[in-house]
């Protein structure tokens, strides 16, 4: 079955600091893949996608590029902010089994000033 | 445009009481998912619909879990004798068909069975 697994955190940064968020998949088909990000208190929100290999993501200064060949999809940022504390979610859509989407644990970023 | 709402926002109930959780996707999503985060993990999927019909059950944890969808429309999560297990935030999402179009999520029902 399909699976993503993502760098555990959390992960706690000075502001200025680059960030990288490892996340890596297993899927069957050609997935699409995501970043989600959920801020303190709020609903889950996309923050990038990419639907085919070598697309690049990229949103708020955040970007991530689909790597098949090693199954990657690595979120980076190269200056984070304190507003960028929130938890990360990397996740696949089948788009041969329905649609569903496979997520990983999620990565808490702190940012502290 | 409006998004997809989930009521109540919050929800504590008994060991042992059903629940009802409802969900309104985004005017014209013909496909919506339930999903379930437990503290501190990422989403497990329940059950997906593609307008009214649910093709696909495999994420339900159990037989006290059931779902429906009217009108293509609204759809509501029901757990029946809930456990303390149950306890977690339900997130629905909706996208336009179920293999084209992102998922769009709303804020969640947090359930917490006492």
């Given amino acids: ?113 | 445009g409006a998004g997809v709402s989930q009521s109540p926002s919050n929800k504590v109930t008994e060991k042992g009481k059903d629940v009802e959780l409802r969900c309104d996707p985004i005017s014209g999503h013909t496909a919506l998912y339930w999903y379930r985060q437990s503290l501190g993990q990422g989403l497990e999927f329940l059950i997906y619909f593609q307008g009214n019909s649910a093709p696909d059950k495999s994420g339900l944890p159990s037989d006290r879990f059931s779902a429906e969808r009217t009108g293509g429309s609204v759809s509501t999560l029901t757990i029946q004798r809930t456990q303390q297990e149950d306890s977690a935030v339900y997130l629905c999402a909706s996208s336009l068909s179920g293999t084209v179009g992102e998922q769009y999520f709303g804020p969640g029902t947090r359930l917490t069975v006492t």
């Fill in chain 1, 1 to 113: 079955g399909n699976s993503v697994t993502q760098m555990e955190g959390p992960v706690t940064l000075s502001e200025e600091a680059f960030l990288t968020i490892n996340c890596t998949y297993t899927a069957t088909g050609y997935p699409s893949l995501f970043w989600y990000v959920q801020y303190p208190g709020e609903g889950l929100q996309l923050l990038l996608k990419a639907t085919k290999a070598d697309d690049k993501g990229s949103n708020k200064g955040f970007e991530a590029t689909y790597r098949k060949e090693t199954t990657s999809f690595h979120l980076e940022k190269g200056s984070v902010q304190v507003s960028d504390s929130a938890v990360y979610f990397c996740a696949l859509r089948d788009n041969t089994n329905a649609g569903k989407s496979t997520f990983g644990d999620g990565t808490t970023l702190t940012v502290k000033p």
